[in-house]
T-cell receptor
Framework: AQSVAQPEDQVNVAEGNPLTVKCTYSVSGNPYLFWYVQYPNRGLQFLLKYITGDNLVKGSYGFEAEFNKSQTSFHLKKPSALVSDSALYFC?????????????FGAGTRLAVHP | DGGITQSPKYLFRKEGQNVTLSCEQNLNHDAMYWYRQDPGQGLRLIYYSQIVNDFQKGDIAEGYSVSREKKESFPLTVTSAQKNPTAFYLCASAGQRGETQYFGPGTRLLVL
């Protein structure tokens, strides 16, 4: 079965410092991986995805993610964090078993960026 | 959130009452999904639909029902059988290849 794990409930970082939010996955076949962000009382916003190609994927708001097949990881990164980046981040993997496309989400990581 | 609307933003349910959450999309997407989010937790899939007049149960379908009579609409009914309905409900849609899901703003359901 497909699954993703976000090992950190919360990540704290100072404004201006680089940030990393971790995600590991377990899939059969080639992984389709996604990152979403959720602000309080809002829906999820799509940040970026990896399907194939370059291992470094660039997305919205200056975020990028690095796909590492040998470590089965897809960590989200940003070179310089902003206070406005503080939110809940979800990693997800596509599950296409049974002929239907679904997303399996991790439990989420809360990012807190301090001034 | 653009292209997917959910209403109402807040919904109050009395015990024993069925309530319906609306989800509409104008993205011409084939697939639509309903998720439940509880405080401090991730998203759990309730129901999903790949095409009109077809839908599948997700991981936590008990106590919920859906219909897909139109491509742009996928309403969710929370029935009286759902004993713990208080949660944030999110609707999403995806294009034909079903890769990227786009989410609505959510409906918060509270029990009186």
């Amino acid at each position: 079965a497909q699954s993703v794990a976000q090992p950190e409930d919360q990540v704290n970082v100072a404004e201006g410092n680089p940030l990393t939010v971790k995600c590991t996955y377990s899939v059969s076949g080639n992984p389709y991986l996604f990152w979403y962000v959720q602000y309080p009382n809002r829906g999820l916003q799509f940040l970026l995805k990896y399907i194939t190609g370059d291992n470094l994927v660039k997305g919205s708001y200056g975020f990028e993610a690095e796909f590492n097949k040998s470590q089965t990881s897809f960590h989200l990164k940003k070179p310089s964090a902003l206070v406005s980046d503080s939110a809940l981040y979800f990693c997800a993997v596509r599950d296409s078993s049974g002929g239907y496309n679904k997303l399996i989400f991790g439990a989420g990581t809360r990012l807190a960026v301090h001034p | 959130d653009g292209g997917i609307t959910q209403s109402p933003k807040y919904l109050f349910r009395k015990e024993g009452q069925n309530v319906t959450l609306s989800c509409e999309q104008n993205l011409n997407h084939d697939a639509m999904y309903w998720y439940r989010q509880d405080p401090g937790q991730g998203l759990r899939l309730i129901y999903y639909s790949q095409i009109v007049n077809d839908f599948q149960k997700g991981d936590i379908a008990e106590g919920y029902s859906v219909s897909r009579e139109k491509k742009e609409s996928f309403p969710l009914t929370v029935t009286s059988a759902q004993k713990n309905p208080t949660a944030f409900y999110l609707c999403a849609s995806a294009g034909q290849r079903g890769e990227t899901q786009y989410f609505g703003p959510g409906t918060r359901l509270l029990v009186l």
